[in-house]
């Protein structure tokens, strides 16, 4: 872990906890947690989350600050950073919204438009092409893998 992507984290954990501190209290509410986990893409386990909010909020107050956020957050965007392959499979849950196994190459577009906005329709397509060999117009996990990693 370098410094900067130290920075960066904590960085983006101060935007979505004043975002969801909109009284400027200096706390959120523990309940909003899960919410941010997910807006940032972080999938978590209900159960351990709420043992770690338990420990940052030792009054039941419902609420943690900044540090007892940190502290929670960190523990599940730390968790990942040894598995490359596990964040992928996230990302790749996360679209395959039915849960199917394999996403198909339009919203695989979406997600390396997103990934990278210089590239052109035509990048995207040829792209695809060479992912979707068997031109199902689907993109399983393996096929996912292999683009992302480049193995």
Known sequence: MGASDEDQKVAVMRKAFQMFDTTKSGF?????IATILNTIGQLFDEAELNSLI???DPDKTGKV??????????H???????DP??????AFRLYDREGNG???TGTLKEILAALDDNLT?????????EIDTDGSGTVDFDEF?????GD
Do not use: H, V
């Not at 959120?28 to 909003?32: F, H, N, R, Y």
């Not at 600050?65 to 960190?74: N, T, Y």
């Not at 599940?76 to 040894?82: A, G, I, P, R, S």
């Open 28 to 32: 959120i509410e523990a309940i909003k």
């Open 54 to 56: 338990a420990q940052n």
């Open 65 to 74: 600050d900044f540090d007892g956020f940190c502290d929670i957050a960190s």
């Open 76 to 82: 599940f965007l730390e968790e990942d950073d040894d």
């Open 85 to 90: 392959t596990q964040e992928l499979k996230e």
């Open 102 to 104: 394999y996403i198909t």
């Open 121 to 129: 329709s035509s990048d995207l397509d040829g792209i695809i092409s």
């Open 145 to 149: 893998m292999e683009m992302m990693t």
